[in-house]
Structures are given as structure tokens and as C-alpha cells.
């Protein structure tokens, strides 16, 4: 973990929990998706991400998920998905943005690029070929993710830079966190 | 619907709960997974997919379907998520494989060139590339997922081409239907 195959920057990536938007724009905190648990860990073994850093406030949830994390990777009743207790042993979890940030770069022994993700459009984003070069670098990346309608505006001042969002063939742009996470990085790892 | 906004051929997509395989690799049917409806319907209206397709033989669970969808595409008490109503919108079903066809036949007036999808490296398997170039003809292509560990062989004689695996950064290669649906479907439409 934290070395990429490729011998490029390492990905770290990070769900976010709080503070992540309502339909109404107002700041919430979102509960615990399983589906967002081994959707998005097995993207991140596929695609040979460091760690999948999942976000949560609350003490009850982050329990819930150690709960759900022991099953997977501790129990010794579970010869039968070794490669799901793989994917699932890349997740790390943490209570904020700073401690998220904290802990990666105490891990890496540098503070990660911290790129944003949203399906707004916003000024100043970077696009996907700006990304593929900044992953070309040896300084290791953090792509945040957001459930519900998306990462609050506190998070994005806090990135060195803000992803553009992903467009489709039509208006619509609202794809679940998990596909999200499926097409960039596939974009950013791909040839 | 049936219209590619890029003109070029328009794309469909199947998801097959029967023949596909369990780890042991015997013949099953699996049972519908809500997310696969929600997240897949998503990608579809997102890339511009003439109609996705959930193939199940079962009534019982056709009839479960039938009130999913209307819930999400009738119901008068709906406001909330006009977008997800488009978006399970596009979806139709059917019992097998062959109804299948001849409704995908029925509707494009002509045969549609069928795809299917596997994690397993098998013979004479088309790359992205020859994929994106079928995708200029103005043949319509049938994009065949599995759900469970994927397609029986059944289906997979009756393909035209069989798609290669997606390969990451590691040995790894099970991803979801959803994450695969969601990688593919971005390859084929991307510049």
C-alpha cells in the first residue's frame, strides 16, 4: 500500500460524509452507504489506489463501520471472497477533512495534492488532461469524493484544485458517487 | 429515446440475471439488485443510452420491477426526483435473451451487433478500440452485462463479439456490474 504499481504519484481517495450537501443546497451529514463500502473498494484495488479513506463524524457510524471492516478483513469464517477482504483491507477511515489530511501525509512523508470533485460547474477547474499530469508527478494525489449532492463549499477551499465535472452525451450529470469514482479513475489511470 | 444525440450508432444496454454463473461456476439466476436499477438507469440517461434493458425470467421478480418503476416513473407524488424518473425512464425488460433481440430488432429496424462483456480473458476477444470503431457504424450495438460472476457461456455464443476484460493496475478484475457498466460506457463515448 501507498506504492503504485505504475511507479507514478499514488491515489489516495476519500469519501466524504460532512459537511456534504442536501438537494436544497443546505450542509448535511450523509449516513453510511454499504454499497459505497465495496463498490468503491473494489475500484480502488483494481485501479491500485494507496487507501480508500471513508469520512465520518459520528462515532456511531464510524463503529458501524469497523463493525463491517472486521467482518471482512479479521473474520476467520471467510475463506470464501479472500479478494473482497483484500479490496476492503484499503480502507482507512478517519473523522474530518483534517485529520484525513493529517494522516495521509504523515503516511506518505508529504502533503498530497488535494483535488475536489463536484458536478457543478465552478471556476478555475482543472480538466481530466490537467489530472494525467499531475499524476505523471511524484507528489501523491488525494481525489474527495462527496455522497449525497455533493461536497460543501468548505471542502473545495480547501483543494489545490477543483476537478471539472464529468460530462455525458445529454443535460443530465448526476451519476452516484460510486460510478463517479469508477470513471475518473479509470480517466486518470488509463494510457 | 432510440436517437444517439452524436449520430452515431445507438447504444443499448441488457442486464442478464439468467443463465449467469455463481463462484463455483454453475448455471443460476440471480435476484435484482436495487442499485443496479438505480445506478445503471443513471449511466444510461448520463451517456446518452437508447434504452437499458434488465432481463429477468422470473414473474415474480418482474412484477417487483413493474412496481419499482412505476413508483419512480408514474407516481403523481414524485416531485422530489424528476431526474431519477427520466432516468428509470429508459429502462425496459424483458423474460430471456431472445425476446431480447427481437424487441431491440423490433424497435431499431434492424438486427443490433451484440456485445458481451466478461472479466474472464477467453478467445478471439474485441479490444476498446475495435468497440469505439463499432460504435461509428450505424448498426446499433447491444452492450450484455452479468450480473452474479457474469455470463453464462450461453450467452456468450451468441454474441457477435465478446468484449476484452478491463484490466487495472492490478490482478485484480472484479469490479460491479455498476462499476463495469459505468468504465465502459465511458470508453466507448469518449472522444
Known amino acids: 500500500m ?73 473474520s476467520k469464517d471467510l475463506p470464501y471472497n479472500p479478494s473482497r477482504s483484500e479490496a476492503l483491507g484499503l480502507i482507512k477511515h478517519t473523522h474530518n477533512f483534517d485529520s484525513l489530511i493529517d494522516n495521509i501525509t504523515t503516511q506518505e512523508a508529504t502533503r498530497p495534492t488535494i483535488i475536489t470533485t463536484t458536478a457543478r460547474t465552478m471556476p478555475k477547474q482543472i480538466s481530466f488532461h490537467d489530472l494525467k499530469a499531475l499524476h505523471q508527478s511524484p507528489r501523491p494525489l488525494l481525489l474527495v469524493f462527496g455522497t449525497a449532492y455533493g461536497l460543501d463549499d468548505e471542502i473545495h477551499t480547501r483543494a489545490d484544485h477543483i476537478l471539472a465535472p464529468l460530462t455525458g452525451a445529454g443535460d443530465y450529470n448526476h451519476l452516484s458517487v460510486r460510478s463517479a469514482v469508477a470513471v475518473i479513475l479509470d480517466r486518470v489511470t488509463s494510457g
Open 2 to 74: 501507498g506504492v503504485n504499481p505504475k511507479a507514478m504519484a499514488s491515489i489516495h481517495i476519500a469519501l466524504i460524509h460532512h459537511p456534504v450537501l442536501n438537494k436544497a443546497g443546505e450542509q448535511i451529514c450523509s449516513s453510511l452507504t454499504n454499497l459505497d463500502i465495496h463498490d468503491i473498494a473494489r475500484l480502488a484495488l483494481f485501479y491500485g489506489v494507496a487507501n480508500y479513506w471513508i469520512v465520518h463524524p459520528q462515532p456511531e457510524q464510524q463503529k458501524l463501520l469497523t463493525t463491517i471492516l472486521d467482518f471482512w478483513t479479521t
